[in-house]
């Protein structure tokens, strides 16, 4: 997958920690469990050709998450 810069980027992450940089969008939802203006993050990714491919295929999206606490996440596709 590819890093894209979200429209409406906010700031960055991961950069300063030897990652790859990643811009985020901060965003205000209202989540059932969160509650109303729960503040959240969006990031935009592009798979490659060949992980379009695979997806085609039928094969999943696989979501990795450091450490051993996986906080609520969302996916989606556009925008």
Not at 39 to 67: C, F, H, K
């Amino acid at each position: 997958m590819n890093i894209l810069r979200i429209k409406g980027a906010t700031r960055t992450l991961g950069e300063a920690q030897g990652y790859q940089a990643l811009p985020v969008r901060d965003i205000v939802v209202n989540d059932e469990a969160a509650g109303e203006e729960c503040n959240a993050m969006e990031t935009a990714w592009m798979p490659s050709p060949e992980e379009m491919d695979r997806l085609y295929r039928g094969e999943p999206i696989v979501v990795q998450i450091l450490g051993r606490a996986h906080p609520p996440i969302m996916l989606r596709v556009g925008d």
